[in-house]
């Protein structure tokens, strides 16, 4: 992950050049591409903090920007439903606008945050720069999903819409309308071709509108990335198995 430190109204972040490795050449990050990152990003306007600058020094990446006041974009999903559909759709404009760019947006809800001073939903972390210039040739499974997350667009809105999903199904105060439902769905695009990413993150969004089914909560617990990160290298193959056990026991779709 990124290591954040804050000192009054600014923040200095560096890159970790662990974090997603496994699909990123991060050992070859330079100060350039997190200027070129930066660039397309603000290109297609993704809303960035104030004063967002990057820094290097003894080969270290890191940006330095104005500390963001506001609403984390999952909080909103339990206030306010209604902005949070908007604010995903905005995201989601992003994603797609950057498809013939050499950068990707990281669409885990934990980035964004709806600015209290002007009300945008701003993206508050752009490490590692996610470039295809940097992409590593997948050797592996696990290599193969999170690359898929990082660099397929496609893929990508997928993951965005399970995580949507999932955010007003297990915080929202009222039952989604089917409306909000289709709404959410709408942000998969399909995927143009069948892969292990695909079909991984396609399964995790049709187990985000079912969290009270058994099989559903298993299926997205075991195909958390987040987890996978964290689980140890030698036992990360058991665990995936688990997962692609519970993905090909799955029902392709619910009714």
């Excluded at 143009?192 to 079912?210: G, K, P, V």
Aim: charged content about 25%; proline content about 5%; overall charge negative.
């Amino acid at each position: 992950m990124t290591a954040v430190r804050r000192a009054g109204t600014q923040v200095a972040k560096t890159l970790d050049r662990r974090h997603l490795s496994g699909a990123l050449r991060l050992e070859h990050a330079t100060g350039a591409h997190a200027s070129g990152y930066l660039a397309d990003l603000r290109a297609v306007g993704v809303a960035l903090p104030d004063e967002i600058t990057v820094t290097s020094h003894d080969g270290e990446i890191g940006v330095r920007h104005r500390w963001v006041e506001g609403t984390a974009l999952r909080d909103l999903a339990a206030s306010a439903p209604e902005e949070f559909v908007d604010a995903t759709f905005q995201i989601a404009s992003w994603v797609d606008a950057l498809r013939h760019t050499s950068s990707r947006l990281d669409t885990n809800l934990d980035n964004f945050v709806v600015d209290s001073a002007d009300g945008r939903i701003t993206c508050v972390d752009v490490l590692p720069p996610i470039r295809t210039d940097l992409a590593r040739t997948p050797a592996s499974p696990w290599q193969e999903i999170i690359t898929g997350l990082c660099l397929d667009t496609d893929t990508t809105l997928c993951a965005l819409a399970g995580y949507a999903h999932r955010a007003l199904t297990t915080t929202a105060d009222t039952d989604l309308t089917s409306i909000t439902r289709a709404a959410v769905r709408s942000l998969c695009r399909g995927h143009s071709s069948n892969s292990l990413s695909a079909d991984w993150f396609h399964s995790r969004l049709l187990a985000s509108e079912h969290p009270e089914d058994p099989h559903a909560r298993r299926l997205w617990d075991a195909t958390s990335v987040s987890a996978l990160i964290r689980t140890p290298p030698p036992a990360r193959p058991a665990r995936l198995a688990r997962a692609l056990e519970l993905i090909r026991t799955s029902p392709r779709e619910h009714s």
